[in-house]
């Protein structure tokens, strides 16, 4: 296992990013470190080619939001920068992430999260046969935005079966509380068999943003708590944007 890795923390998402290391072996590594750092929700792959760009691969392939602002960050430390280009995977075009110091482990951040593919009401299977659900599909995930109770293991059957319905790379439920504006994500990643019900998910707060600013025809900035802290999104039609804060925790 590659020794080098840090671990941070994104509105309670936290994530570990080690050092890149060959495809075959990705699957491997996330497992240890994650068996290593019981919080860690997720596991990435990153480098740094050239001066202002990082290249970030997650260990199934699949685009995490909150992982491209965390690589973003090691990035602007790396090269002593505010501001670097992330080519993330699950993401068709470089993504530009800026952070700002606020103590020796913390960064105010703002990133570029991809545009979804397309944002619909699509039927899908459920238990007592189809249910109508808004889903905002990205090259990387697709988010299903659900907005009424469901018990947690319908919740965590349904999120596989929904993955293989749509033959997504990943898949998130996300329980939407519009009058609280507050959001539980459930996330899918059949590549790399973890299913999560995570502390927070930017690109689940993409997929929601993208839906209201479709649903009002207009651009939106909104805060959604989650369990992990609270994250902002603008959105409208031609731009996505993720403001929150993120901690280092371990390594740089």
Same mark, same amino acid.
């Given at each position: 296992?590659?020794?080098?890795?840090? +671990?941070?923390?994104?509105?309670?998402?936290?994530?570990?990013?080690?050092?890149?290391?060959?495809?075959?072996?990705?699957?491997?590594?996330?497992?240890?470190?994650?068996?290593?750092?019981?919080?860690?929700?997720?596991?990435?792959?990153?480098?740094?080619? #050239?001066?202002?760009?990082?290249?970030?691969?997650?260990?199934?392939?699949?685009?995490?939001?909150?992982?491209?602002?965390?690589?973003?960050?090691?990035?602007?430390?790396?090269?002593?920068?505010?501001?670097?280009?992330?080519?993330?995977?699950?993401?068709?075009?470089?993504?530009?992430?800026?952070?700002?110091?606020?103590?020796?482990?913390?960064?105010?951040?703002?990133?570029?999260?991809?545009?979804?593919?397309?944002?619909?009401?699509?039927?899908?299977?459920?238990?007592?046969?189809?249910?109508?659900?808004?889903?905002?599909?990205?090259?990387?995930?697709?988010?299903?935005?659900?907005?009424?109770?469901?018990?947690?293991?319908?919740?965590?059957?349904? +999120?596989?079966?929904?993955?293989?319905?749509?033959?997504?790379?990943?898949?998130?439920?996300?329980?939407?509380?519009?009058?609280?504006?507050?959001? #539980?994500?459930?996330?899918?990643?059949?590549?790399?068999?973890?299913?999560?019900?995570?502390?927070?998910?930017?690109?689940?707060?993409?997929?929601?943003?993208?839906?209201?600013?479709?649903?009002?025809?207009?651009?939106?900035?909104?805060?959604?708590?989650?369990?992990?802290?609270?994250?902002?999104?603008?959105?409208?039609?031609?731009?996505?944007?993720?403001?929150?804060?993120?901690?280092?925790?371990?390594?740089?």
């Amino acid at each position: 296992m590659k020794k080098n890795y840090a +671990v941070l923390d994104p509105t309670g998402n936290i994530t570990a990013l080690a050092e890149m290391t060959a495809p075959e072996l990705r699957a491997e590594t996330a497992s240890a470190i994650m068996v290593k750092e019981p919080a860690v929700e997720q596991v990435g792959f990153v480098a740094f080619p #050239k001066t202002g760009s990082v290249e970030l691969q997650m260990a199934g392939g699949e685009f995490c939001g909150n992982a491209t602002l965390c690589a973003g960050i090691l990035g602007c430390v790396q090269w002593k920068t505010g501001s670097v280009q992330v080519r993330a995977s699950g993401a068709e075009q470089p993504l530009t992430v800026s952070a700002t110091r606020i103590s020796e482990n913390a960064f105010d951040a703002e990133g570029e999260l991809p545009l979804p593919i397309s944002v619909a009401v699509l039927r899908l299977p459920a238990p007592n046969g189809e249910m109508e659900v808004p889903v905002a599909r990205f090259s990387g995930i697709c988010h299903a935005i659900v907005t009424q109770p469901m018990q947690r293991e319908t919740a965590e059957r349904l +999120v596989r079966e929904w993955c293989d319905f749509l033959q997504a790379d990943g898949m998130g439920i996300l329980f939407w509380n519009e009058a609280e504006q507050s959001m #539980k994500p459930l996330v899918y990643v059949p590549s790399a068999d973890t299913l999560f019900w995570e502390s927070s998910c930017a690109s689940g707060s993409a997929a929601v943003g993208a839906w209201l600013s479709q649903r009002q025809n207009a651009p939106v900035t909104v805060s959604i708590r989650q369990p992990g802290g609270t994250l902002e999104i603008s959105a409208s039609n031609n731009r996505i944007l993720l403001r929150e804060r993120v901690r280092i925790r371990k390594g740089r």
